[in-house]
Nanobody, 122 residues
Framework: QVQLVESGGGLVQAGGSLRLSCAASGRTFSSYVLGWFRQAPGKEREFVGTIRWSSGSTRIADSVKGRFTISKDNAKNMGYLQMNSLKPEDTAVYYC???????????????WGQGTQVTVSS
């Protein structure tokens, strides 16, 4: 059974940085995609980006392009979301997820972590 655990969230001032981690276990992930999503109160879950576990190719949402980057460490089965130049509108619960396809849609992802809160103060 796949298990995903996010960590690294917290409170940061606008303009600051955070790095989120996603620890994955339960299967071999080489043919899968790791996705990052976020959900602010009262809003739908929003695509942030994906990384293909085998090739490392990434896709990033336009709303965070140039500020957020996604990476991975295959040896540790870890995924990372580096967030720089944070803005108050980045405040949300951030989730990592595993799926088969490089999709923007949460329903394309089968397994989810519990989420980690990121709060950006102005």
């Amino acid at each position: 059974q796949v298990q995903l655990v996010e960590s690294g969230g917290g409170l940061v001032q606008a303009g600051g940085s955070l790095r989120l981690s996603c620890a994955a276990s339960g299967r071999t992930f080489s043919s899968y995609v790791l996705g990052w999503f976020r959900q602010a109160p009262g809003k739908e879950r929003e695509f942030v980006g994906t990384i293909r576990w085998s090739s490392g190719s990434t896709r990033i949402a336009d709303s965070v392009k140039g500020r957020f980057t996604i990476s991975k460490d295959n040896a540790k089965n870890m995924g990372y979301l580096q967030m720089n130049s944070l803005k108050p509108e980045d405040t949300a619960v951030y989730y990592c997820a595993i799926g088969r396809y490089e999709s923007n849609w949460p329903r394309s992802f089968d397994s989810w972590g519990q989420g980690t809160q990121v709060t950006v103060s102005s």
